[in-house]
């Protein structure tokens, strides 16, 4: 079965860094687009980052040029960097694995971003 499981959220101060990371298991990792979704309370689910298995990624216009995604396919993990950390930048991340067209979620990992 898919499992997905992220780590790596925390609080951290405007301006400064934080890496996700997203194991997965149960798939076939190599083959399936990976993308990292937030939802911030009240708000409902956005994408942020995605990459396909050929590693060609796409960003969110409120993230381009702060976060990085990336894919290790040999460890099975799908990573996302993020700088220049915001204030509108807290929320929960999920992981997603795309598989046949449907998404397939991690737990979420907790990011806050204090003033």
């Known amino acids: ?7 790596g959220g925390g609080l951290v101060q405007v301006g400064g860094s934080l890496r996700l990371s ?3 298991s149960g798939i076939f990792f190599s083959r399936n687009d990976m993308g990292w979704y937030r939802q911030a309370p ?5 994408v942020v980052a995605g990459i396909t298995g050929d590693g060609v990624t796409t960003y969110s216009d409120s993230v381009k040029g702060r ?3 990336s894919r290790d396919n040999a460890k099975n993990t799908v990573y996302l960097q993020m ?4 204030p ?5 991340y999920y992981c997603a694995a795309n598989i ?3 998404n397939f979620w991690g737990q979420g990992t907790r990011v806050t971003v204090s003033s």
Do not use: H, N, P, Y
């Open 1 to 7: 079965q898919v499992q997905l499981v992220e780590s």
């Open 22 to 24: 997203c194991a997965a």
């Open 42 to 46: 009240g708000k409902q689910r956005e």
């Open 67 to 69: 976060f990085t995604i």
């Open 83 to 86: 700088s220049s950390l915001k």
């Open 88 to 92: 509108e930048d807290t929320a929960v």
């Open 100 to 102: 046949l067209g449907k």
